[in-house]
């Protein structure tokens, strides 16, 4: 008689554990499909005082020896994600420019900041 009564109990457990497995699986796959989309991270950290090839390159996102498309390529896909107009920092703008004046050999160094 006892294990007549334990079988509907083990099964109301399971279809439990079911019921709340899948409102789990939903929660998370409505806050995956909610969260903002992941971006590449470029350059973290403060700034030198004066700017070095190898800051340049970390702040661009290339090698130092990127060829000069390369370089260009990532300046642009940068300076769009912080360009002033679309709300990013003037100081962050300037010292993107920077960097792609050091990497391409122009002057580099200090800014007006």
Known sequence: RAHSMTTPIVAGFGVAAVAMTGRMAILA???????P???????????EPE???????MILGVRE???KDK???????????????AGGSDYIATKINEAKAQMLGGRGGKTGF
């Open 29 to 35: 796959f409505e806050a995956w499909k909610t969260a």
């Open 37 to 47: 989309p992941r971006l590449r991270k470029f350059y973290e950290g403060g700034f």
């Open 51 to 57: 700017m070095t090839r190898r800051e340049a390159a």
């Open 65 to 67: 020896s990127a060829a």
């Open 71 to 85: 370089v260009l390529a990532a300046h642009r896909k940068v300076m769009v994600a912080n360009h002033p107009d």
